[in-house]
């Protein structure tokens, strides 16, 4: 018999564990500073509730089952859905609602290289009256947060769904809602698969005038200035709305901000600005995505306040530090003895430099220097401190760095202070 995990899951391994918690650590210091309240929705949620974001189909890429109670229920696929239902069902919360959520989330999509069916999302949502300043706000977290994690070449690229379909009304005279979507999809697709590929996909399903038009639409971008010239659109109204979001923006020095208007997101979600915030060093697509979704609460029963938010994929995130070489390596310290009359020393010291938070280890098993120096560098030790017998003595250990190879000396009283600037180096 094997004993295996199901198809799209892994364990997740001790460095990766490591480095998901870093992340979680710099979410939660940012949320803090940002005043979002963390929230933990719950893992599961009734079918019919998942339902309300994405609809009746979902049940086909998503873990649904029946419950021993005969419900049909289904383990969450976000966390914008829980945070939502959580939000809107709690009318003794004071406007705006501010929650943020790291956790995982699973799907039952086709395991690809570096997708699992389970992963990690962090999730930061405003819930208001409609104010464009929670936009910004919610702009600004990401900016902050992916800088905070060493991604400094991001950009966030927005656009405003509103003003689109302003666009398809005013100038290519088309009113109908289906036909409207049918364009949404289409613009959706150009950055994906290519002009051809959405010339090929929707002719006959749209005039080549309408074609021709989003396509040329959908190549649009830049500062909003040239976007705004670009565009030939002056007369939108909409427009303003761009215009007031910048200047927030502006205003909270978020400077890596480009106008899209082939950013479409969500087709049947999203209700008002969209945004995605990407690394072109990297060149991975999206690491966060997210924008108005007023539909959503009033789907929950809330006309009366509307939403805005986004969400992280976390490995995707994890995936860019690694390629930016912006992830942390964890330097770990390992102590060796060269007898059982020093162990005593070297324990001591292994206890001393952990209670300070360096990570140690040591050998257990009492075998020769050499084995013990092999057991560091299999561990990945930066460092190698040794405890002789004549330089314990006198108080003093042997530093061997495990990059080059190189050894000193040092004084026993000296070396947290000593191990923290030769860390800092590595």
Do not use: C
Not at 102 to 122: N, S
Not at 302 to 321: M, N, Q, T
């Amino acid at each position: 018999m094997k004993f295996e995990i199901p198809r799209g899951m892994r364990d997740i391994d001790y460095e990766e564990a490591i480095n998901i918690q870093e992340m979680r650590d710099a979410f939660l210091d940012t949320s803090r500073a940002f005043n979002f309240k963390l929230i933990a929705p719950s893992t599961l949620e009734l079918l019919s509730t998942l339902e309300v974001k994405a609809g009746p189909s979902i049940s086909n890429e998503i873990y649904a089952f029946k419950d021993k109670g005969n419900r049909d229920v289904a383990l969450r696929f976000d966390l914008t859905v829980g945070l939502t239902r959580y939000a809107t069902s709690r009318r003794d919360l004071k406007m705006p609602i501010k929650v943020s959520a790291f956790d995982g989330v699973w799907r039952y999509d086709e395991p690809q290289a570096g997708r699992y069916r389970y992963f990690h999302q962090w999730d930061v949502e405003i819930y208001d009256t409609f104010n464009t300043e929670s936009d910004a706000e919610i702009i600004q977290f990401v900016s902050v947060l992916l800088k905070k994690l060493g991604l400094t070449n991001v950009i966030i690229e927005l656009n405003d769904r509103k003003l689109l379909e302003e666009y398809i009304k005013d100038y290519l005279q088309v009113f109908d809602e289906q036909i409207i979507n049918e364009i949404f999809r289409a613009m959706d697709k150009v950055p994906k698969k290519g002009s051809e590929a959405v010339y090929n996909e929707f002719n006959g399903k749209l005039s080549l005038s309408v074609l021709n038009n989003l396509i040329s639409l959908s190549s649009v971008h830049g500062s909003i200035d040239s976007v705004y010239s670009k565009a030939q659109a002056s007369r939108l109204k909409n427009w303003n709305r761009l215009f007031e979001l910048n200047d927030s923006l502006k205003s909270r020095n978020v400077r890596n901000v480009e106008i899209n208007l082939g950013i479409v997101r969500g087709l049947d979600y999203y209700s008002g600005f969209v945004f995605e915030a990407s690394d072109p060093s990297v060149k991975i697509g999206a690491l966060v995505g997210g924008g108005r979704y007023d539909t959503l609460t009033e789907a929950f029963g809330r006309k009366d306040i509307g939403a805005s938010g986004a969400a992280g994929g976390v490995e995707r995130i994890l995936v860019a530090l690694k390629k930016s070489r912006n992830i942390e390596q964890h330097k770990m310290i390992y102590v060796a003895f060269t007898s059982n009359d020093t162990k005593a020393r070297a324990l001591d010291i292994v206890s001393d430099l952990r209670e300070r938070g360096y990570a140690t280890d040591y050998d257990f098993s009492g075998r020769p220097l050499r084995k013990q120096i092999e057991d560091a560098a299999a561990r990945g030790a930066a460092i190698t401190v040794i405890v002789g017998e004549r330089e314990s003595r006198i108080g003093r250990v042997t530093i061997k760095s495990m990059h080059d190879g190189l050894e000193s000396t040092q004084e026993i009283d000296k070396l947290p202070e000593f191990l923290q600037e030769k860390l800092s180096k590595y």
